[in-house]
C-alpha cells in the first residue's frame, strides 16, 4: 500500500483529475444504476397496470344477464393491447358472486385471506411464473342476479423486466457517455490551467545560473503561492551566495598580508645570523601567528553565522540563559585575567525567536571586544524594554567617539563589514548575527564613563502559565 500512495504522489495531475472523476462516476454509476433500474420498473409497472386495468374494464362491461345467469363475451379489444408483450403469457378468470368459476383460468387464485378484494392489483404467479393481476368488480342488481362478479385478468412480468432493464440501459449508456465527456473536459481543463507552470519552468530552464532575481509573479492566483515562495527561496539563496562571496573575499583581502608578514620574518629568519635578531623576529611570527590564529577564529565564526543565519529554523530563545553560558564558560578568564566580568540578569524570561549557537557567538565577539578595547569592570546582560529584548556587553570605557560609531553604522548598512581590523570583524559578525534574526546592533554610551554595544529584538510575549 505505501507504494501505491508512492507512485500516486508522482502521478501527473491530468492522470490524477482523470482517475478521481472516473472513480466519482464509478461510484455515481452504481447510485444511478439502482434508481435508474428502479425508476424504470416503476414506469413498467405502470404502464403494464393500466393495459391490465383497461382489459379486466373490457371484459366486466361485456358481461350481461339473460335468463338470470351472467353472460359474457369476452371482447377481442379487452386482448389486443397485452399482446404487444409477445413473450408473456395472459390468463383471465370471471368469478361469480359465490366465488365460482363463470369462465377462464381455475389456477388463478385471489391472494389468501383476501376473497373480498375490491378493485386494485395483485402479485402472484401463473404457470410457474411471477405475474400481475388486476382485479375488476361488476355489481348486479337485479331480481334473478343478485351480487358482484369479479373479473381478474393478469400476465407475466417479461416484458415489464425488459422494459425496466432497457430503461436502466439506456440511462448507463447516457451516463456513460457524459463520463467520458466531463473526463476529457477535465484532462484539457488542467492541461490549460498547468500552461502557465510549463512556460514558468521554460523560463526557469533558460536563466543563467546566477540569476537569481524574481521570478515575474503575472501567474494565475492559485500558483501565485508557488512563485512567491520559490522567489523567497532565490532571495533567501542569493544572500547565501553574496554573503559566501564576500567571506571568500574578505578572507583573501585579510589573509594576504599577515601570511605575507609571516613569509618575510620565516625568510629574515633563515638569513640571520645574530641570536638576539633571531630571537626578536621568533617572538614576532609568534605574534603574528597567535593574531592570525584570531583572525581565522573570526573569519570561521562569521562563516558559521552566515550558514545558519538563512538555514537554522528559528526557537524560542532566553537571552538570560545565553548570557549565563557566555559568562560560565569563562574564556574572559583566559583572555584578559585582569578584568572583572559580571553577570547582570533578572528574574523575568528575556525570550525572543533565534538561534541559540549564533547568539553565543555573538556576544563572545562583544565580550572579547571589550576585555580587548574596554576597561574593567565589565558587565554580561540580557533585558527587555518596551517590547524589545536585548542582550548586552558593557565596560566603564568611552568607547570609540561619535565619528568612530558613525563611521560604523555607515559601514554596517553598506555591507562593507569584514574589511576592517579585528574588532571590526567581530563587530561584523554581531551585526550579520542581529540582522539575521530581524533585530538590530546598537552601540551607544548609556553614561559619560560607560559604553555599551547591545544584540536588540522584538520581544515574544511571556508563555501562559
Keep these: 500500500m505505501p507504494d501505491f500512495f508512492r507512485k500516486l504522489e508522482t502521478t501527473s495531475l491530468t492522470a490524477r483529475v482523470a482517475l478521481g472523476i472516473a472513480l466519482l462516476l464509478m461510484i455515481g454509476g452504481v447510485f444511478v444504476s439502482i434508481a435508474a433500474f428502479a425508476y424504470g420498473r416503476e414506469a413498467a409497472r405502470t404502464a403494464y397496470d393500466r393495459l391490465l386495468l383497461g382489459a379486466a374494464n373490457d371484459i366486466a362491461s361485456a358481461i350481461s344477464v339473460q335468463d338470470g345467469r351472467p353472460v359474457i363475451e369476452l371482447p377481442v379489444s379487452a386482448f389486443e393491447l397485452l399482446t404487444f408483450a409477445r413473450d408473456d403469457r395472459i390468463g383471465y378468470r370471471i368469478i361469480s358472486p359465490d366465488g365460482r368459476t363463470l369462465t377462464g383460468y381455475d389456477d388463478i387464485q385471489l391472494p389468501q385471506g383476501r376473497k373480498d378484494l375490491r378493485d386494485g392489483f395483485f402479485d402472484g404467479t401463473f404457470f410457474g411464473e411471477p405475474a400481475r393481476y388486476a382485479v375488476v368488480s361488476r355489481r348486479f342488481a337485479e331480481r334473478t342476479l343478485n351480487g358482484t362478479i369479479k373479473v381478474v385478468v ?171 553560558d557566555v559568562f560560565e564558560e569563562g574564556d574572559h578568564a583566559v583572555l584578559n585575567p585582569d578584568f572583572d566580568v559580571v553577570l547582570a540578569v533578572g528574574e523575568t524570561p528575556v525570550e525572543v525567536m533565534a538561534d541559540e549557537p549564533s547568539l553565543k557567538e555573538a556576544l563572545k565577539n562583544l565580550l572579547n571586544n571589550a576585555l580587548k578595547y574596554g576597561r574593567s569592570p565589565v558587565r554580561i546582560g540580557a533585558s527587555a524594554e518596551d517590547g524589545r529584548a536585548a542582550i548586552w556587553v558593557e565596560d566603564a570605557g568611552k568607547g570609540p567617539g561619535d565619528d568612530v560609531l558613525k563611521a560604523l553604522g555607515v559601514r554596517f548598512n553598506k555591507g562593507t563589514l569584514s574589511r576592517q581590523s579585528s574588532s571590526g570583524l567581530g563587530l561584523a559578525i554581531v551585526h550579520s548575527v542581529a540582522v539575521s534574526f530581524g533585530g538590530e546592533l546598537v552601540l551607544e554610551k548609556p553614561t559619560e564613563d560607560r559604553f555599551r554595544a547591545s544584540l536588540v529584538f522584538d520581544a515574544l510575549p511571556e508563555k501562559d502559565a
Excluded: C, W
Excluded at 554573503?243 to 629574515?268: K, N
Design 154 to 324: 393478469g400476465q407475466t412480468l417479461r416484458a415489464r423486466n425488459t422494459m425496466a432493464y432497457d430503461i436502466t440501459r439506456k440511462a448507463l449508456y447516457v451516463l456513460a457517455a457524459s463520463g467520458l465527456a466531463m473526463v476529457l473536459l477535465a484532462a484539457v481543463v488542467v492541461r490549460s490551467v498547468l500552461r502557465p507552470l510549463e512556460k514558468i519552468a521554460g523560463g526557469l530552464s533558460a536563466r543563467d545560473p546566477h540569476d537569481l532575481t524574481p521570478v515575474d509573479t503575472a501567474v494565475p492566483r492559485e500558483t501565485e503561492v508557488m512563485i512567491n515562495a520559490l522567489n523567497r527561496f532565490m532571495a533567501r539563496l542569493d544572500r547565501q551566495m553574496n554573503s559566501m562571496r564576500h567571506l571568500i573575499s574578505d578572507t583573501a583581502h585579510q589573509l594576504r598580508t599577515p601570511v605575507a608578514a609571516l613569509r618575510a620574518q620565516a625568510d629574515l629568519f633563515s638569513d640571520e645570523t645574530d641570536t638576539d635578531r633571531q630571537q626578536k623576529i621568533v617572538e614576532r611570527i609568534q605574534t603574528r601567528s597567535t593574531s592570525l590564529g584570531r583572525l581565522l577564529d573570526q573569519m570561521l565564526s562569521q562563516a558559521l553565522v552566515i550558514h545558519r543565519g538563512d538555514s537554522v529554523r528559528r526557537e524560542r530563545v532566553d537571552l538570560r540563559d545565553v548570557a549565563l
